[in-house]
Structures are given as C-alpha cells and as structure tokens.
C-alpha cells in the first residue's frame, strides 16, 4: 500500500511541476509567483489559520482584472 502512495506521490510531484514549467512559460514567473503563493494560502487556511485566510482574501482582492484569469485557469 505505501508503494502506491509513494508511486501516486511521485506522479502528483511531477504534474504539479509540468504544471508550474507551463504556467512560467505560457503566462511569465511573476503569474506562477502569485500562483503559487495562493497555493500556500490555500493550504495554511484550509488547516484553519485565520491570519493566512485573511492574507488569501486580501491578496485576491488585490488582483488586478488582467491577472484575475489566468491565475483562476490555473487553479481550474
């Protein structure tokens, strides 16, 4: 069983890499930089960190409309 999660690990590693090579080479390093810093917000508030909920929402309201799109294509 641990073989298939670390095989399952392995495989989600790297999609989510060709996911970031193709974000920073299609869209730029400064959309996969917010890309990725949602990322983390995502995470640390889904585990229940207020203050990282707050960063989130502020961020996200801060977006202008040019980076609204292609930043929610990459969350899609």
Avoid: H, W
């Avoid at 730029?28 to 909920?53: C, F, H, M, P, T």
């Amino acid at each position: 069983m641990d073989q298939q999660y670390s095989a399952m690990r392995s495989n989600v590693s790297m999609l989510g890499k060709l996911l970031g090579d193709t974000i920073k080479n299609a869209l730029g390093e400064d959309i996969l930089n917010k890309v990725e810093s949602i990322r983390k917000l995502l995470k640390y508030s889904r585990a229940g960190n207020k203050a990282q909920r707050q960063a989130l929402l502020k961020t996200l309201q801060n977006f202008s409309n040019d980076e609204l799109l292609p930043v929610a294509r990459a969350f899609n």
